[in-house]
């Protein structure tokens, strides 16, 4: 929102969902949204870190407002929360990747993306048809389940409980590939989550920007990537940005990297265009 201008800025300041009037407002342009197709998705490689090569990229939301813009998720997502909107709204989500990631596979010069990876807010998952809607999108879409990667944060997970368990053993049943987002924002331990049929862990990009500055956090960093490694996952680390990190990273064998270094957020024909410049 910083980007938009003073007036823009005043609208989406979060502080402002406290005036009804604004937030009534963005809200009943948030209900529309969806039907006057101003939801747009772009996507941000996930790069092995050993090969270079891309392996997924994850679908990020970008609201196209007729009035006011290009805006960014963290500046209606929290509504969209609140309100419940996210269920409809993550649900076109997950579709429309879907439907675009089978389109690249159907093209027979991409067929080196192993996985698109959508986020899965905590009221998608806590919704009782969440696996009957998933098999669905799979179905009309055609995308084989094992090129989905769901990513959850371990809020979502620990707030649901056995539920959450239940839920994520039926996702992983059906063959689709789970991650914990942002971990080590929330209060979880790796020993509480190692439980759930989770695959990859995603940490998140605070423990990753420090890494050109001071040394306590590098033994966090070290700490998680050593752990998740015992249990099983794999690792991705967010917002990679410099050539320092990235050493820093190979070095503790950590497994893929997403951030600026590599790439910003696509829209789909620059996406098209990165993975065909990338190494195969
Ligand atoms: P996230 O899932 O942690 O996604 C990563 C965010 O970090 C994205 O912000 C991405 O643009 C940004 N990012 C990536 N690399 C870098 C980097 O090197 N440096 C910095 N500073 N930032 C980087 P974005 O696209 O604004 O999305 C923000 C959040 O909104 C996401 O955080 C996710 O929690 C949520 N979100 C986005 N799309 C969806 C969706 O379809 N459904 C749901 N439920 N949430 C979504
Ligand atoms: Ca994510
Ligand atoms: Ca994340
Ligand atoms: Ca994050």
Request: proline share 4%.
């Amino acid at each position: 929102a910083k980007v938009l201008g003073k007036a823009r800025y005043e609208v989406f300041n979060p502080g402002m969902y406290t005036n009804a009037l604004v937030r009534l407002q963005l809200e009943n342009d948030l209900r529309r949204a969806i039907e006057r197709h101003e939801f747009q998705l772009y996507y941000q490689p996930i790069v092995s870190i050993t090969n270079g090569r891309i392996l997924g990229f994850e679908a990020l939301l970008r609201w196209q407002h007729p009035e006011r813009g290009l805006i960014c998720p963290t500046d209606f997502i929290p509504l969209a929360e609140e309100t419940g909107l996210i269920v409809k709204i993550g649900y076109w989500a997950l579709h429309e990747a879907c439907r675009q990631m089978q389109n690249w596979r159907l093209s027979d010069r991409i067929n080196s993306l192993e996985k698109i990876s959508v986020n899965l807010s905590v009221k998608q998952f806590s919704q009782p048809d969440l696996i009957e809607q998933i098999g669905e999108i799979l179905h009309s879409t055609g995308l084989d389940a094992g090129s989905l990667m769901l990513e959850i944060t371990e809020s979502a997970i620990l707030e649901n409980g056995d539920e959450a368990n239940a839920a994520l053993s039926e996702l992983r049943k059906m063959g689709i590939e789970l991650s914990i987002d942002d971990f080590g924002t929330g209060y979880s331990s790796l020993g509480r989550l190692h439980n759930f049929p989770i695959s990859v862990l995603k940490i998140d990009r605070s423990f990753v920007s420090p890494i050109d500055g001071n040394g306590k956090n590098l033994e966090i960093i070290e700490t998680i990537i050593t752990l998740a490694h015992k249990l099983g996952m794999d690792v991705t680390a967010e917002g990679v940005e410099t050539k320092e990190q990235l050493a820093f990273l190979r070095n503790l064998n950590c497994e893929c990297g997403q951030g600026y270094f590599f790439s910003r957020p696509l829209d789909n024909a620059a996406a098209v265009e990165l993975i065909l410049k990338n190494p195969q």
